[in-house]
Protein backbone atom coordinates (compact mmCIF):
# COMPACT_ATOMS: atom_id res chain seq x y z
CA UNK A 1 0.00 0.00 0.00
CA UNK A 2 1.31 3.10 -1.38
CA UNK A 3 1.83 6.11 1.25
CA UNK A 4 1.21 3.82 4.48
CA UNK A 5 1.58 6.91 6.79
CA UNK A 6 -1.26 8.96 5.71
CA UNK A 7 -3.21 6.76 6.93
CA UNK A 8 -1.92 4.97 10.15
CA UNK A 9 -3.93 6.26 12.35
CA UNK A 10 -7.17 4.71 10.83
CA UNK A 11 -4.38 1.42 10.50
CA UNK A 12 -3.98 1.57 14.04
CA UNK A 13 -7.83 2.48 14.74
CA UNK A 14 -8.40 -0.80 12.36
CA UNK A 15 -6.04 -3.38 14.24
CA UNK A 16 -7.64 -2.26 18.23
CA UNK A 17 -10.90 -2.94 16.86
CA UNK A 18 -9.42 -6.38 15.78
CA UNK A 19 -7.98 -7.23 19.03
CA UNK A 20 -11.53 -5.88 20.97
CA UNK A 21 -13.51 -8.24 18.80
CA UNK A 22 -12.10 -10.79 18.21
CA UNK A 23 -10.00 -12.13 20.43
CA UNK A 24 -10.37 -15.79 21.85
CA UNK A 25 -9.27 -16.66 25.57
CA UNK A 26 -6.53 -19.83 25.49
CA UNK A 27 -9.02 -20.83 28.09
CA UNK A 28 -11.71 -21.38 26.08
CA UNK A 29 -10.12 -23.27 23.77
CA UNK A 30 -9.45 -25.44 26.41
CA UNK A 31 -13.09 -25.61 27.71
CA UNK A 32 -14.47 -26.43 24.44
CA UNK A 33 -11.78 -29.31 24.29
CA UNK A 34 -10.89 -27.68 20.67
CA UNK A 35 -7.52 -29.95 19.52
CA UNK A 36 -5.31 -26.69 18.65
CA UNK A 37 -3.12 -27.01 16.08
CA UNK A 38 -5.28 -31.06 15.27
CA UNK A 39 -3.12 -32.33 18.09
CA UNK A 40 -4.31 -34.46 20.95
CA UNK A 41 -3.66 -33.63 24.47
CA UNK A 42 -0.54 -35.44 24.46
CA UNK A 43 0.79 -34.04 21.58
CA UNK A 44 0.17 -36.74 18.80
CA UNK A 45 -1.71 -35.85 16.01
CA UNK A 46 -5.58 -36.18 15.38
CA UNK A 47 -6.04 -39.00 12.81
CA UNK A 48 -7.31 -37.20 9.68
CA UNK A 49 -6.29 -39.93 7.02
CA UNK A 50 -4.46 -42.80 6.19
CA UNK A 51 -1.98 -42.78 3.18
CA UNK A 52 0.62 -45.79 2.12
CA UNK A 53 3.74 -43.28 1.19
CA UNK A 54 5.53 -42.59 4.15
CA UNK A 55 5.73 -43.72 7.89
CA UNK A 56 7.21 -41.52 10.92
CA UNK A 57 7.40 -43.32 14.17
CA UNK A 58 8.57 -41.65 17.08
CA UNK A 59 6.92 -43.48 20.20
CA UNK A 60 4.79 -46.26 21.06
CA UNK A 61 1.01 -46.21 22.63
CA UNK A 62 0.22 -48.85 24.97
CA UNK A 63 -2.56 -48.80 27.59
CA UNK A 64 -3.02 -44.86 26.19
CA UNK A 65 0.58 -44.32 27.45
CA UNK A 66 2.83 -42.52 24.85
CA UNK A 67 6.11 -44.30 25.35
CA UNK A 68 9.22 -42.74 23.73
CA UNK A 69 10.94 -44.83 21.34
CA UNK A 70 13.94 -44.71 18.62
CA UNK A 71 12.71 -42.45 15.68
CA UNK A 72 12.38 -44.27 11.77
CA UNK A 73 11.15 -43.11 8.40
CA UNK A 74 10.20 -45.39 5.83
CA UNK A 75 9.21 -44.41 2.45
CA UNK A 76 6.43 -47.19 1.13
CA UNK A 77 7.60 -48.96 3.79
CA UNK A 78 11.31 -49.34 3.13
CA UNK A 79 13.49 -47.92 5.77
CA UNK A 80 15.36 -44.64 5.02
CA UNK A 81 18.19 -45.82 6.30
CA UNK A 82 18.11 -48.49 4.14
CA UNK A 83 18.19 -46.28 0.96
CA UNK A 84 20.91 -44.65 2.36
CA UNK A 85 23.53 -47.54 2.72
CA UNK A 86 22.77 -49.11 0.00
CA UNK A 87 23.80 -45.56 -2.45
CA UNK A 88 26.36 -45.67 -0.36
CA UNK A 89 27.57 -48.57 -1.11
CA UNK A 90 26.94 -48.39 -4.38
CA UNK A 91 28.20 -45.27 -4.48
CA UNK A 92 25.60 -43.62 -6.65
CA UNK A 93 22.79 -40.88 -6.29
CA UNK A 94 19.43 -41.91 -4.60
CA UNK A 95 17.31 -39.35 -5.00
CA UNK A 96 15.46 -40.16 -8.32
CA UNK A 97 15.01 -43.62 -6.92
CA UNK A 98 13.27 -41.63 -4.11
CA UNK A 99 10.90 -39.64 -5.98
CA UNK A 100 10.30 -42.77 -8.67
CA UNK A 101 9.67 -45.15 -4.72
CA UNK A 102 7.64 -42.74 -3.29
CA UNK A 103 5.53 -41.43 -6.20
CA UNK A 104 5.00 -45.25 -7.87
CA UNK A 105 5.13 -47.52 -4.85
CA UNK A 106 7.61 -49.09 -5.74
CA UNK A 107 11.39 -49.67 -6.78
CA UNK A 108 12.76 -49.21 -10.18
CA UNK A 109 13.93 -51.62 -11.85
CA UNK A 110 17.36 -50.65 -13.10
CA UNK A 111 15.62 -50.42 -16.63
CA UNK A 112 12.91 -48.39 -15.05
CA UNK A 113 14.96 -46.23 -13.16
CA UNK A 114 16.97 -45.42 -16.27
CA UNK A 115 14.02 -44.67 -18.31
CA UNK A 116 12.63 -42.35 -15.40
CA UNK A 117 16.23 -40.90 -15.11
CA UNK A 118 16.00 -39.74 -19.15
CA UNK A 119 11.87 -37.98 -18.86
CA UNK A 120 13.12 -36.23 -15.78
CA UNK A 121 16.70 -34.93 -17.73
CA UNK A 122 14.09 -33.93 -20.36
CA UNK A 123 12.11 -31.79 -18.40
CA UNK A 124 14.33 -30.24 -16.26
CA UNK A 125 14.48 -27.03 -19.18
CA UNK A 126 11.88 -24.62 -18.38
CA UNK A 127 9.58 -23.79 -21.30
CA UNK A 128 10.31 -21.03 -24.31
CA UNK A 129 10.58 -17.56 -22.72
CA UNK A 130 9.16 -18.60 -19.42
CA UNK A 131 13.19 -17.53 -17.74
CA UNK A 132 13.06 -14.26 -19.21
CA UNK A 133 9.51 -13.32 -18.97
CA UNK A 134 8.11 -15.07 -15.67
CA UNK A 135 11.29 -15.20 -13.83
CA UNK A 136 13.65 -12.53 -14.91
CA UNK A 137 11.24 -9.45 -15.21
CA UNK A 138 9.68 -10.10 -11.79
CA UNK A 139 12.26 -11.15 -9.68
CA UNK A 140 11.74 -11.39 -5.84
CA UNK A 141 13.57 -10.98 -3.02
CA UNK A 142 12.18 -13.97 -1.29
CA UNK A 143 12.77 -16.81 -3.54
CA UNK A 144 10.04 -19.46 -2.09
CA UNK A 145 7.64 -16.41 -3.43
CA UNK A 146 8.98 -16.74 -6.70
CA UNK A 147 8.51 -20.35 -6.73
CA UNK A 148 5.10 -20.29 -5.49
CA UNK A 149 4.49 -17.69 -8.57
CA UNK A 150 6.13 -19.59 -11.06
CA UNK A 151 4.55 -22.91 -9.95
CA UNK A 152 1.13 -20.90 -10.20
CA UNK A 153 2.64 -19.71 -13.78
CA UNK A 154 2.87 -23.25 -15.16
CA UNK A 155 -0.70 -23.59 -15.34
CA UNK A 156 -0.61 -21.05 -18.17
CA UNK A 157 2.30 -23.31 -20.33
CA UNK A 158 0.26 -26.67 -19.44
CA UNK A 159 -2.47 -27.80 -22.44
CA UNK A 160 -4.42 -29.49 -19.94
CA UNK A 161 -4.11 -27.79 -16.26
CA UNK A 162 -7.45 -28.88 -14.71
CA UNK A 163 -7.35 -32.44 -15.60
CA UNK A 164 -7.30 -34.71 -12.38
CA UNK A 165 -7.13 -37.98 -14.64
CA UNK A 166 -4.34 -40.14 -13.06
CA UNK A 167 -2.28 -40.06 -16.16
CA UNK A 168 -2.49 -36.15 -16.62
CA UNK A 169 -1.39 -35.75 -12.23
CA UNK A 170 1.46 -37.87 -12.92
CA UNK A 171 2.66 -36.03 -16.01
CA UNK A 172 2.36 -32.71 -14.24
CA UNK A 173 4.18 -34.07 -10.95
CA UNK A 174 6.88 -35.68 -13.19
CA UNK A 175 7.68 -32.23 -14.72
CA UNK A 176 7.11 -30.67 -11.40
CA UNK A 177 10.01 -32.92 -9.65
CA UNK A 178 12.32 -32.41 -12.89
CA UNK A 179 11.53 -28.68 -13.24
CA UNK A 180 11.46 -27.08 -9.48
CA UNK A 181 15.12 -27.24 -9.11
CA UNK A 182 15.62 -25.33 -11.94
CA UNK A 183 13.22 -22.26 -11.03
CA UNK A 184 14.84 -22.35 -8.04
CA UNK A 185 18.24 -21.96 -9.36
CA UNK A 186 17.14 -19.14 -11.74
CA UNK A 187 14.87 -17.11 -9.13
CA UNK A 188 18.14 -17.40 -6.52
CA UNK A 189 20.26 -15.66 -10.02
CA UNK A 190 17.42 -13.00 -10.56
CA UNK A 191 17.71 -12.51 -6.89
CA UNK A 192 21.16 -12.28 -6.80
CA UNK A 193 21.31 -9.79 -9.54
CA UNK A 194 18.45 -7.28 -9.31
CA UNK A 195 18.03 -7.25 -5.36
CA UNK A 196 22.04 -7.77 -4.12
CA UNK A 197 24.08 -6.49 -7.38
CA UNK A 198 25.93 -9.38 -8.46
CA UNK A 199 26.84 -10.66 -11.71
CA UNK A 200 23.93 -12.82 -13.70
CA UNK A 201 25.02 -16.58 -14.37
CA UNK A 202 22.38 -18.28 -16.14
CA UNK A 203 23.02 -21.91 -16.44
CA UNK A 204 21.12 -24.65 -18.37
CA UNK A 205 20.51 -27.74 -16.67
CA UNK A 206 22.88 -30.98 -17.79
CA UNK A 207 21.22 -34.00 -19.25
CA UNK A 208 24.06 -36.22 -17.35
CA UNK A 209 23.87 -34.58 -14.05
CA UNK A 210 21.90 -36.24 -11.37
CA UNK A 211 19.52 -33.54 -9.64
CA UNK A 212 21.61 -32.86 -6.90
CA UNK A 213 24.65 -32.23 -9.54
CA UNK A 214 22.25 -30.19 -11.41
CA UNK A 215 21.43 -27.68 -8.51
CA UNK A 216 25.17 -27.25 -7.66
CA UNK A 217 26.24 -26.77 -11.36
CA UNK A 218 23.12 -24.18 -11.51
CA UNK A 219 23.90 -21.76 -8.53
CA UNK A 220 27.43 -21.66 -9.14
CA UNK A 221 29.04 -19.24 -11.57
CA UNK A 222 31.85 -21.29 -12.36
CA UNK A 223 29.58 -24.56 -12.37
CA UNK A 224 32.59 -26.38 -10.03
CA UNK A 225 31.45 -28.67 -7.14
CA UNK A 226 33.12 -31.67 -5.83
CA UNK A 227 31.45 -35.17 -5.60
CA UNK A 228 31.10 -35.24 -1.52
CA UNK A 229 29.83 -32.01 -1.93
CA UNK A 230 26.97 -33.47 -4.56
CA UNK A 231 26.65 -36.57 -2.37
CA UNK A 232 25.43 -34.70 0.64
CA UNK A 233 23.10 -32.51 -0.99
CA UNK A 234 21.66 -35.73 -2.78
CA UNK A 235 21.84 -37.28 0.78
CA UNK A 236 19.70 -33.87 2.00
CA UNK A 237 17.40 -34.38 -0.63
CA UNK A 238 16.59 -38.34 0.18
CA UNK A 239 15.89 -37.33 3.65
CA UNK A 240 13.34 -34.49 3.26
CA UNK A 241 11.62 -35.99 0.46
CA UNK A 242 8.53 -37.34 2.31
CA UNK A 243 7.64 -37.07 6.03
CA UNK A 244 3.86 -38.50 6.20
CA UNK A 245 0.44 -36.88 5.57
CA UNK A 246 0.31 -34.66 8.79
CA UNK A 247 3.25 -32.16 8.31
CA UNK A 248 1.76 -29.23 7.60
CA UNK A 249 2.62 -28.61 3.52
CA UNK A 250 1.35 -32.35 2.77
CA UNK A 251 -1.75 -31.83 4.93
CA UNK A 252 -2.05 -28.66 2.66
CA UNK A 253 -1.77 -30.01 0.10
CA UNK A 254 -3.92 -33.28 0.45
CA UNK A 255 -6.70 -30.22 1.91
CA UNK A 256 -6.42 -27.88 -1.62
CA UNK A 257 -6.67 -31.63 -3.25
CA UNK A 258 -9.48 -32.62 -1.53
CA UNK A 259 -11.22 -29.47 -3.43
CA UNK A 260 -10.47 -30.68 -6.78
CA UNK A 261 -8.35 -27.62 -8.24
CA UNK A 262 -5.17 -28.01 -10.43
CA UNK A 263 -1.91 -29.78 -9.86
CA UNK A 264 -0.30 -26.35 -9.48
CA UNK A 265 -3.00 -24.73 -7.20
CA UNK A 266 -1.97 -27.58 -5.02
CA UNK A 267 1.86 -27.23 -5.02
CA UNK A 268 2.02 -23.46 -5.02
CA UNK A 269 0.06 -23.63 -1.51
CA UNK A 270 1.95 -25.93 -0.22
CA UNK A 271 5.19 -23.89 -0.84
CA UNK A 272 3.25 -21.01 1.00
CA UNK A 273 2.94 -23.79 3.88
CA UNK A 274 6.68 -24.62 3.82
CA UNK A 275 7.62 -20.70 3.32
CA UNK A 276 6.82 -20.26 7.11
CA UNK A 277 9.05 -20.84 9.69
CA UNK A 278 7.83 -22.43 11.97
CA UNK A 279 7.60 -25.31 8.98
CA UNK A 280 10.56 -25.15 6.07
CA UNK A 281 12.25 -22.01 7.60
CA UNK A 282 13.11 -23.77 11.05
CA UNK A 283 16.97 -24.31 9.70
CA UNK A 284 17.49 -20.42 9.12
CA UNK A 285 16.46 -20.10 13.22
CA UNK A 286 19.14 -22.63 13.56
CA UNK A 287 21.84 -21.28 12.39
CA UNK A 288 20.64 -17.48 13.61
CA UNK A 289 20.88 -19.42 16.99
CA UNK A 290 24.48 -20.52 16.36
CA UNK A 291 25.53 -16.92 15.75
CA UNK A 292 23.77 -16.06 18.94
CA UNK A 293 25.90 -18.46 20.92
CA UNK A 294 29.16 -17.43 19.03
CA UNK A 295 28.50 -13.77 19.96
CA UNK A 296 28.58 -14.21 23.78
CA UNK A 297 30.98 -17.29 24.37
CA UNK A 298 34.38 -16.55 24.55
CA UNK A 299 35.22 -20.22 23.57
CA UNK A 300 32.73 -22.15 21.84
CA UNK A 301 34.62 -25.37 23.01
CA UNK A 302 33.66 -24.64 26.44
CA UNK A 303 30.70 -26.78 27.69
CA UNK A 304 30.16 -24.99 30.35
CA UNK A 305 29.68 -21.88 28.63
CA UNK A 306 27.71 -23.69 26.25
CA UNK A 307 25.66 -25.02 28.98
CA UNK A 308 24.47 -21.32 30.50
CA UNK A 309 24.04 -19.91 27.35
CA UNK A 310 21.38 -22.77 26.59
CA UNK A 311 19.62 -22.20 29.90
CA UNK A 312 19.55 -18.36 28.89
CA UNK A 313 18.00 -18.97 25.29
CA UNK A 314 15.36 -21.39 27.70
CA UNK A 315 14.88 -18.89 29.80
CA UNK A 316 14.11 -16.33 26.97
CA UNK A 317 17.21 -14.09 27.76
CA UNK A 318 18.88 -14.53 24.52
CA UNK A 319 18.58 -14.73 21.09
CA UNK A 320 15.06 -14.29 19.56
CA UNK A 321 13.61 -14.15 23.87
CA UNK A 322 11.04 -17.60 22.42
CA UNK A 323 12.71 -20.00 24.90
CA UNK A 324 13.39 -22.31 22.08
CA UNK A 325 16.57 -24.10 21.38
CA UNK A 326 16.15 -23.90 17.65
CA UNK A 327 17.04 -27.60 15.98
CA UNK A 328 15.80 -29.25 19.47
CA UNK A 329 12.82 -31.55 19.62
CA UNK A 330 9.88 -33.07 17.33
CA UNK A 331 6.23 -33.40 17.17
CA UNK A 332 6.57 -36.74 16.81
CA UNK A 333 10.44 -37.61 16.92
CA UNK A 334 10.89 -38.86 20.59
CA UNK A 335 15.00 -40.42 21.43
CA UNK A 336 15.83 -39.61 17.90
CA UNK A 337 14.85 -38.01 14.54
CA UNK A 338 17.18 -40.73 11.82
CA UNK A 339 17.08 -38.00 9.47
CA UNK A 340 19.19 -35.68 11.93
CA UNK A 341 20.98 -39.01 12.62
CA UNK A 342 21.87 -39.61 9.12
CA UNK A 343 22.80 -36.01 7.93
CA UNK A 344 25.02 -35.27 11.01
CA UNK A 345 27.18 -38.21 9.98
CA UNK A 346 28.13 -36.64 6.72
CA UNK A 347 28.03 -33.06 8.57
CA UNK A 348 31.07 -34.68 10.66
CA UNK A 349 33.00 -35.60 7.47
CA UNK A 350 31.87 -32.40 5.88
CA UNK A 351 33.72 -30.41 8.89
CA UNK A 352 36.69 -32.56 8.81
CA UNK A 353 37.48 -31.82 5.38
CA UNK A 354 36.63 -27.97 6.05
CA UNK A 355 38.29 -27.35 8.78
CA UNK A 356 35.18 -26.95 10.68
CA UNK A 357 35.09 -29.39 13.29
CA UNK A 358 35.25 -27.01 16.63
CA UNK A 359 31.71 -25.72 14.53
CA UNK A 360 30.65 -29.29 14.46
CA UNK A 361 31.36 -29.87 18.42
CA UNK A 362 29.02 -26.93 19.33
CA UNK A 363 26.19 -28.13 17.36
CA UNK A 364 26.71 -31.55 19.02
CA UNK A 365 27.18 -30.55 22.85
CA UNK A 366 23.95 -28.55 22.06
CA UNK A 367 22.35 -31.99 21.22
CA UNK A 368 23.47 -33.69 24.26
CA UNK A 369 23.09 -30.64 26.81
CA UNK A 370 19.88 -29.37 26.49
CA UNK A 371 17.68 -32.26 27.01
CA UNK A 372 18.87 -32.48 30.50
CA UNK A 373 18.98 -28.81 30.99
CA UNK A 374 15.22 -28.53 29.87
CA UNK A 375 13.98 -30.60 32.06
CA UNK A 376 16.16 -29.19 34.60
CA UNK A 377 14.15 -26.12 33.82
CA UNK A 378 10.81 -26.50 32.79
CA UNK A 379 10.64 -30.33 33.89
CA UNK A 380 10.98 -34.34 32.63
CA UNK A 381 10.71 -33.83 28.56
CA UNK A 382 12.25 -36.58 26.24
CA UNK A 383 13.70 -34.51 23.14
CA UNK A 384 16.24 -34.71 20.29
CA UNK A 385 18.06 -33.13 17.90
CA UNK A 386 15.83 -33.03 14.68
CA UNK A 387 16.77 -32.49 11.00
CA UNK A 388 17.08 -28.78 11.32
CA UNK A 389 19.69 -28.99 13.45
CA UNK A 390 22.56 -30.46 10.61
CA UNK A 391 20.65 -29.24 7.43
CA UNK A 392 21.79 -25.60 7.98
CA UNK A 393 25.08 -26.30 9.02
CA UNK A 394 25.83 -28.80 6.44
CA UNK A 395 24.44 -26.06 3.58
CA UNK A 396 26.73 -23.57 4.73
CA UNK A 397 29.90 -25.55 4.21
CA UNK A 398 28.50 -26.56 0.85
CA UNK A 399 28.69 -22.90 0.51
CA UNK A 400 24.65 -22.77 -0.26
CA UNK A 401 23.41 -19.36 0.68
CA UNK A 402 20.68 -19.07 3.27
CA UNK A 403 18.01 -17.78 1.19
CA UNK A 404 18.34 -21.17 -0.83
CA UNK A 405 17.73 -23.24 2.50
CA UNK A 406 14.31 -23.68 2.65
CA UNK A 407 13.95 -23.99 -1.53
CA UNK A 408 15.49 -26.84 -1.13
CA UNK A 409 13.48 -27.82 1.38
CA UNK A 410 10.51 -27.23 -1.15
CA UNK A 411 13.12 -29.15 -4.07
CA UNK A 412 13.48 -32.04 -1.79
CA UNK A 413 9.69 -32.31 -0.91
CA UNK A 414 8.38 -32.08 -4.89
CA UNK A 415 7.57 -35.76 -5.12
CA UNK A 416 6.45 -36.55 -0.99
CA UNK A 417 3.65 -33.36 -2.66
CA UNK A 418 2.95 -35.07 -5.68
CA UNK A 419 2.15 -38.38 -4.08
CA UNK A 420 -0.35 -37.28 -1.58
CA UNK A 421 -2.26 -35.16 -3.87
CA UNK A 422 -2.47 -38.16 -6.31
CA UNK A 423 -3.45 -39.98 -3.17
CA UNK A 424 -5.86 -37.88 -1.78
CA UNK A 425 -7.54 -36.84 -5.25
CA UNK A 426 -7.71 -40.67 -6.24
CA UNK A 427 -8.88 -42.18 -2.82
CA UNK A 428 -9.52 -39.44 0.06
CA UNK A 429 -13.33 -38.96 -1.47
CA UNK A 430 -14.37 -36.04 0.35
CA UNK A 431 -13.73 -32.20 0.52
CA UNK A 432 -11.59 -31.83 4.06
CA UNK A 433 -13.92 -29.84 6.13
CA UNK A 434 -12.99 -29.86 10.25
CA UNK A 435 -15.57 -28.17 12.66
CA UNK A 436 -15.11 -24.47 13.87
CA UNK A 437 -17.16 -23.56 16.96
CA UNK A 438 -18.44 -20.16 16.57
CA UNK A 439 -18.03 -18.32 20.02
CA UNK A 440 -19.18 -14.82 19.16
CA UNK A 441 -21.82 -13.40 21.15
CA UNK A 442 -25.74 -12.50 19.51
CA UNK A 443 -25.90 -9.11 18.08
CA UNK A 444 -28.62 -7.20 16.52
CA UNK A 445 -28.08 -4.87 13.25
CA UNK A 446 -27.87 -1.51 13.98
CA UNK A 447 -28.76 1.15 10.92
CA UNK A 448 -26.15 2.89 9.80
CA UNK A 449 -27.44 6.07 11.05
CA UNK A 450 -27.27 5.02 14.47
CA UNK A 451 -23.95 3.51 14.67
CA UNK A 452 -20.87 5.05 17.42
Known sequence: MENLELYRDTLDKWCDMIRNNSGISPEKYGNDKVKRGLRNSDGTGVLAGLTNIGNVHGYVISEDEKTPDEGSLSYRG???????????????????????????????????????????????????????????????????????????????YDTNPDSTDLLNMIRQSITLVSRVPTLVAYAYQAKRHYYDGKSLYIHNPQKELSTAENFLYMIRSDNKFTRLEAEILDLAFILHAEHGGGNNSAFTTRVVSS??????????????????????????????????????????????QIAEHIRRIIKKESYDMSGLVYG????????????????????????????????????????ELTPEIFAELKGNKTMCANVDMYSGFVYKMLHIPVELYTPLFAVSRMAGWCAHRIEETMYGGKIIRPAYKSVSKKAEYINIEDRV
Open 259 to 304: SGTDTYAAIGAAIGSLKGPKHGGANIRVMGMIDDFKAHLTDITDRD
Open 328 to 367: MGHAIYTLSDPRAVLLKEKARELACETGNMDEFKLYETIE
Open 78 to 156: IDVRDIVNACRKEGRFGYEEVCYLIMFGKLPTKQELIDFNELVSTQRPVPYNFREDVIMKAPSPDIMNKLSRSVLTMYS
